[in-house]
């Protein structure tokens, strides 16, 4: 073998062992920190992207453990999507530090933080923890709102286009149809809640202010008595007896939350406890976003026409 | 502009909905949460008890145990972290505590930086710091889940733990499941490298310390781990690891010690997990130490000399926990420490057993209340019962814990 012909060899195996001769045409890795983000992504996505969820539907969203297989998902991802406003705060940094992955680091393409864009309810004007775990950006269980969604899908498109530039035209159009089958919905459920304008609802925790504000809703009472602090007996006879001065029935739990007690406070106030997931999945054919909204809207309309 | 059209569409079609509700309740610059560069947080712990040992700092060896009969606080912890730039971030802990006279006593426990951006899956980590040994050993008391360090933890590695200046190389193996391998290599002198060159060795051989210099690599101490883990089902993850620290003890000018752990955790979360509860897990490390003592002067009496032999000692911990219900953990630890008979009959080699029952209560994610009574047993000395309650407060950046 001449030199130069070795030469030429080592550079061809060079170049094939780098993968340069044949790129191979792999799916975009996506991470998103809970399903719902996750069930955006596929519809954006569409089958040029993998998509994994780190939190279960049925758990807390808050208190996800930060599981070394979580640490594999995330070294592997091209994309990720969270949150942000501090849902994830207990359980992602840590995962994040391990998993060394500057693709996902925060200000690149491939970090999206869903809070970003997102006008937040709730923001505290002081940081006082003695008023519960509030979260100092804002209430962080923004997803429930349809306009919100609007506006992240539309920064999920824009962040894909750009980790992924050969596949932006498909990402744009899946965003069209996205938006379009949005506005359509948004139409249907605002009209099926018009009737019960004012409605008002309890919840467990602090998770429904962004659907009481789009769809005209009142929460009347929460049964935490602060963020984060587990109902005591005294809040409770409170919520009870503002609950049947002011005609609220309907009590929406998460699956994670504690059915138990809300039940106890719908026996004292002729109300009903309503499963209301946020997260995709939870309910049988709740996969798409769409799907579980039509589920929620569809449950508390009929919970109002019953009750109310 | 399609964007702004759909926006603009939306928006009108939600015109029932009050549009100031969409702002803010108050203004607020957000820059002064979760924009700062830099998390600060401050984790206080008291402990309030009693024991029937009326010396109870021989009891409660460890350097964040409670350490006398009433109060103790053993643990202020001072931590800052935060992005350096896009390559680094950094870290460090600077610990408060009062001894058992109230004098304040103040050290640099962590200092250090971490890669963010090496290729090849690798990480680096270098300044001082805890060293990944086993489990418990990188952790900071109040992610522990006693009130009280492992006796064998003290054992090998003494009341604070290992700890060092140094470097520590990570690799995240491209495999399916996760596992890790890691060395650190660190100064091997110091109170909190006690099995290796340590000014406290006489408590382990009896012998007067040497005086050594560092010659060469050999006499630096290297902890090399490796860790593997695996989701079980749905709702069961297991990590299992191994470790060693190997590096120079000053028994004499040329002895060395060889620790080796394994460690092991489980957890069980149940699937509609409400703030983490319920959950059980179990969690248990063994470890081995051969520390070859030279021939060497007594600290007692100079005029006797003490011959070379290995010192071989064994223990090993189990803790069961149950989060039974949001906030409330009970738990259930058991354990034995032990060192084979040598020329010299050390205290804090002799047989004993501990067996530590308590339940913790968290009023919120940032305060907690904790009862444990320990029922301990020292060869040749005897039983010793000591109940504790514990409390911690957290101020400032939200705890976030590994596995």
């Known amino acids: ?308 | 502009m399609a964007q702004f059209h759909h926006v603009a569409t939306l928006v009108a079609l939600c015109a029932a909905g009050p549009a100031a509700a969409q702002q803010p309740t108050t203004p607020v610059q957000q820059g002064r949460a979760a924009g700062s560069y830099m998390n600060v947080s401050f984790v206080g712990l008291t402990d309030f008890g009693w024991s029937t040992e009326p010396d109870v700092g021989s009891l409660q060896v460890g350097d964040h145990d409670p350490h006398v009969r009433g109060f103790s606080i053993p643990n202020g912890e001072l931590a800052l972290d935060g992005t350096v730039d896009p390559y680094f971030k950094g870290f460090s802990n600077i610990v408060y505590k009062l001894d058992a006279k109230g004098e304040t006593g103040v050290e640099l426990e962590e200092a250090y930086f971490l890669t963010t951006s090496l290729p090849g899956n690798l990480q680096l980590k270098g300044g001082q710091f805890f060293a990944e040994f086993g489990r418990q050993n990188p952790q900071h008391p109040h992610a522990w889940a006693f009130a009280d360090e492992p006796l064998v933890l003290n054992r090998m590695f003494g009341p604070e733990g290992l700890r060092s200046q140094g470097v520590r190389l990570s690799w995240l193996a491209p495999t399916s499941w996760y596992t890790e391998a890691m060395v650190g290599v660190f100064n091997s002198a110091g109170g909190t490298t006690f099995s290796f060159r340590s000014d406290g060795s006489s408590e382990i051989h009896g012998g007067i310390p040497v005086e050594r210099d560092v010659r060469g690599p050999g006499d630096l101490l290297f902890v090399p781990r490796v860790a593997t883990s695996v989701d079980l089902t749905e709702t069961q993850t297991l990590l299992v690891g191994v470790s060693g620290a190997f590096g120079p003890n000053n028994s004499g000018p040329d002895a060395k010690t060889q620790v080796y752990g394994a460690d092991l955790y489980w957890k069980w979360k149940s699937l509609r997990a409400h703030q983490g509860f319920p959950f059980v897990s179990f969690q248990a490390e063994a470890l081995t130490r051969r520390y070859t003592a030279a021939q060497r002067a007594s600290s007692q009496d100079p005029a006797i000399t003490l011959p070379d032999e290995t010192l071989r000692d064994r223990g090993m911990y189990a803790q069961v926990l149950w989060g039974i219900k949001p906030m409330v953990v009970v738990a259930l630890r058991g354990e034995f420490a032990s060192g084979a008979a040598a020329a010299f009959q050390s205290v804090s080699r002799a047989t004993r057993s501990r067996v530590s029952p308590n339940v913790t209560w968290y009023p919120s994610e940032f305060s907690k209340v904790r009862l444990q009574y320990n029922y301990d047993h020292r060869e040749g000395i005897g039983v010793d019962h000591s109940v504790w309650m514990q409390f911690e407060f957290l101020l400032g950046a939200h705890a976030a814990h590994k596995f």
């Open chain 1, 1 to 308: 073998m001449t030199t130069m012909t070795l030469r030429t060899f080592t550079t061809v195996a060079l170049m094939a062992s780098l993968g340069v001769a044949t790129p191979v045409a792999r799916k975009l890795n996506v991470v998103a920190t809970t399903p719902d983000l996750a069930a955006l992504a596929r519809a954006i996505g569409g089958d040029v992207v993998d998509v994994k969820a780190l939190a279960k539907p049925t758990e807390d969203p808050h208190f996800v453990d930060a599981k070394p297989s979580h640490i594999v998902t995330l070294n592997r991802a091209d994309v990720l999507i969270e949150g942000g406003a501090e849902l994830e705060v207990g359980w992602l940094p840590p995962l994040l530090e391990s998993a060394r992955n500057d693709k996902i680091a925060a200000g690149t393409p491939g970090r999206i933080s869903a809070s970003q864009g997102v006008t937040l309810l709730e923001v505290p004007a002081t940081f006082d923890r003695s008023r519960g775990d509030v979260h100092a950006l804002g209430n962080p269980h923004f997803m429930i709102d349809p306009v919100n969604v609007h506006l992240i899908v539309g920064q999920i498109a824009d962040h894909l286009a750009e980790v992924d530039p050969a596949h932006a035209d498909l990402f744009k159009a899946n965003l069209k149809t996205f938006d379009a089958t949005l506005e359509a919905k948004l139409a249907d459920w605002q009209k099926q809640l018009a009737p019960y304008r004012g409605g008002k609802i309890v919840t467990y925790h602090n998770d429904f202010v962004y659907l009481a504000e789009r769809f005209n809703l009142e929460v009347v009472e929460t049964l935490e008595p602060k963020p984060g602090i587990a109902p005591s007996p005294a809040h409770l006879a409170k919520v009870i007896s503002k609950m049947r001065a002011e005609k609220a029935r309907l009590i929406l739990v998460q699956p994670f939350q504690n059915r138990k007690t809300a039940e106890t406070v719908a026996r004292q106030t002729d109300g009903v406890v309503l499963d209301i997931p946020q997260q995709p999945g939870v309910v049988p054919n709740t996969a798409t976003y769409f799907d579980l909204m039509d589920y929620i809207v569809r449950t508390l309309a009929t919970a109002f026409a019953e009750k109310t």
